[in-house]
């Protein structure tokens, strides 16, 4: 009986877990709870339904005592021949310039955020395509950046029947 109990609400909390506008999403922490320049983390996705425009998120996860209001990150989106498809300077803002008040979810002293990269992106061809991102601030060591990732989902699904 308890072994039936306990399946069934593994079972509620796996399907109550699923997005199915998620195709990929991935985060990569830094240890040391710092973001080196060298340090570029790389993202890789499978596309699979080219009909489709997808909507492609930053995840940011950094601590209430980031010294800075923003930041800075250039990406690249590479195909698997490692064509670069796109690539832009982008600014995020983690809190409030006037403020000081964070943005994003947080719990305690951290903070999450899911920022839109690229919106509405058709990819032509099937394939698996690599996201990478740079940090692009004025130091080569931004503290206080405890992960960064990748969320990539349908931004209006096409059905096709095939």
Not at 45 to 66: A, C, G, M, Q
Not at 120 to 130: C, L, P, Q, S, V
Not at 131 to 154: A, C, N, W, Y
């Amino acid at each position: 009986m308890i072994r039936n109990l306990l399946f069934c609400f593994a079972l509620m909390g796996a399907i109550s877990c699923s997005d199915p506008q998620r195709v990929y999403e991935n985060n990569i922490d830094f240890n040391e709870k710092i973001w080196t320049v060298e340090n570029v983390p790389e993202f890789e996705f499978e596309i699979s339904d080219v009909p489709n425009t997808y909507n492609l998120y930053y995840n940011v996860r950094n601590s209430i005592s980031y010294p800075y209001h923003n930041l800075y990150v250039r990406y690249s989106l590479e195909d698997s021949l490692g064509n670069v498809l796109s690539s832009k300077l982008q600014n995020m803002d983690l809190f409030d310039p006037t403020t000081g008040e964070p943005h994003g979810e947080g719990l305690g002293d951290i903070f999450d955020h899911r920022i839109l990269a690229i919106e509405g992106h058709e990819f032509t061809n099937k394939g698996i395509y690599r996201f990478k991102i740079h940090q692009f601030m004025r130091q080569d060591t931004v503290p206080m950046i405890l992960s960064v990732g990748l969320r990539v989902e349908f931004a209006n699904p096409v059905v096709t029947s095939d």
